[in-house]
Antibody, heavy 120, light 106 residues
């Protein structure tokens, strides 16, 4: 069965960076894009971008282009998202997601989420 | 594409039926999905392509619409249905979500 296991909660200082991970299992990692979604506390969902694990190609929401960097490690079936120059606005839960069919941009599988808290 | 979802809050009793609206700022064909969010559980894809039930979604859920106007209807509410619901358009990038509807027990 498809599983997306995300790294644990992170407490980081303003101005620092954090790298979140999403380990995929139960399917061929390179067959499906990994998308990342942000959910600020009590608010809705924002799409950050996706990475094609096969080619490394990325596509970002313009809003997050200077904030997030997506990478993968095919040897461990793990996707990463690095968030830089963190501010309180970046405090949120971040999800990695996968579609139900290759290339389809809806999300049938979700990680459990990683809570990022930015605080001094 | 901006997605306007309403209402933001809905209170209903088990057995009742409810509807949630999602309006797109431009035509998205039928490239719309509905999700259910519950505490401590992974978000669940309920409906895609505007009206197609995802495998495992109970038949009391239905979706309708195309173009810019979409509706999620839940008939004969059960206790497990009280949750937050989001719509999402996947017609074009950037992918966008509605603001969510919290469905609570009256």
């Amino acid at each position: 069965q498809v599983n997306l296991l995300q790294s644990g909660a992170a407490l980081v200082k303003p101005g620092a960076s954090v790298k979140l991970s999403c380990k995929a299992s139960g399917y061929t990692f390179t067959d499906y894009y990994i998308h990342w979604v942000k959910q600020s506390h009590g608010k809705s969902l924002e799409w950050i971008g996706y990475i094609n694990p096969n080619s490394g190609y990325t596509n970002y929401n313009e809003k997050f282009k200077s904030k997030a960097t997506l990478t993968v490690d095919k040897s461990t079936n793990t996707a990463y998202m690095e968030l830089s120059r963190l501010t309180s606005e970046d405090s949120a839960t971040y999800y990695c997601t996968r579609s139900d069919y290759p290339g389809i941009r809806r999300f049938a599988y979700w990680g459990q989420g990683t809570l990022v808290t930015v605080s001094s | 594409v901006q997605m306007t979802q309403s209402p933001s809050y809905l209170a209903a009793s088990p057995g009742e039926s409810v509807s949630i609206s999602c309006k797109a700022s431009k035509s998205i064909s039928n490239n719309l999905a509905w999700y259910q969010e519950k505490p401590g559980k992974a978000n669940k894809l309920l409906i895609h392509s505007g009206s197609t039930l995802q495998s495992g979604t109970p038949s009391r859920f239905s979706g309708s619409g195309s173009g810019t106007d979409f509706t999620l209807t839940i008939r004969s509410l059960e206790s497990e249905d009280f949750a937050v619901y989001y719509c999402q358009q996947y017609n074009e990038y950037p992918l966008t979500f509605g603001s969510g509807t919290k469905l609570e027990i009256k």
